[in-house]
Antibody
Framework: QITLKESGPTLVKPTQTLTLTCTFS??????????VGWIRQPPGRALEWLAL???????RYSPSLKSRLTIARDTSNNQVVLTMTNMDPVDTATYFC?????????????WGQGTLVTVSS | QSALTQPASVSGSPGQSITISCTGT?????????VSWYQQHPGKAPKLMIY???KRPSGVSNRFSGSKSGNTASLTISGLQAEDEADYYC??????????FGGGTKLTVL
């Protein structure tokens, strides 16, 4: 059974760096074809794909946010960490982490419950 | 990359069929058979309903179907039920090796 859970601060100040952790179970990020990604959703708005890391440490970033994002994995602890620099109120959103495989083309098949991050001074 | 274009809202009566469109470009929807559709109820995580244009994950009702023509993909829901009322998002793989979502469509079951 695949599960993912996001954790991190619920409130950050403008210009600060956000660090979110995705802790997962039911799969290994060392298994060929597996990836873990991040997707966010501002309140009342659409989903936005952010970043993805694969079993082989290949990393992909949204072109519009690439300069602000870093994704990394901790395979021993079954975790993926996303950092986003220079936070702004427009970055207020629910941040989801999700599992995917290269066998199919969707960005995510299993999702975490999401964590709401508010950016405010 | 710009978000894929979806109608803001669609509606239908129970038992009817509705179709939601998702328009992109040759760099995403038109270039790959990697369009997926998600259903999202308020306060919940999205649920995968269709992947690779027209395939259904195990457990998803066969009332949900997907198709694609050129740069436009479509999600059809037949035999509308009250529990189908939700937001629906399309997504596509892109030539950048990343993914892009649509703006979302709110489905109202009248």
């Amino acid at each position: 059974q695949i599960t993912l859970k996001e954790s991190g601060p619920t409130l950050v100040k403008p210009t600060q760096t956000l660090t979110l952790t995705c802790t997962f179970s039911g799969f290994s990020l060392t298994t060929s074809g597996v990836g873990v990604g991040w997707i966010r959703q501002p309140p009342g708005r659409a989903l936005e794909w952010l970043a993805l890391i694969y079993w082989n440490d290949d990393k992909r970033y949204s072109p519009s946010l690439k300069s602000r994002l870093t994704i990394a994995r901790d395979t021993s602890n079954n975790q993926v960490v996303l950092t986003m620099t220079n936070m702004d109120p427009v970055d207020t959103a629910t941040y989801f982490c999700a599992h995917r495989t290269v066998v199919t083309g969707e960005p995510a098949d299993y999702w975490g419950q999401g964590t709401l991050v508010t950016v405010s001074s | 990359q710009s978000a894929l274009t979806q109608p803001a809202s669609v509606s239908g009566s129970p038992g009817q069929s509705i179709t939601i469109s998702c328009t992109g470009t040759s760099s995403d929807v038109g270039g790959y058979n990697y369009v997926s559709w998600y259903q999202q109820h308020p306060g919940k995580a999205p649920k995968l309903m269709i992947y690779d244009v027209s395939k259904r994950p195990s457990g998803v009702s066969n009332r949900f179907s997907g198709s694609k023509s050129g740069n436009t993909a479509s999600l059809t829901i037949s035999g509308l039920q009250a529990e189908d009322e939700a937001d629906y998002y399309c997504s596509s793989y892109t030539s950048s090796g990343t993914w892009v979502f649509g703006g979302g469509t709110k489905l109202t079951v009248l």
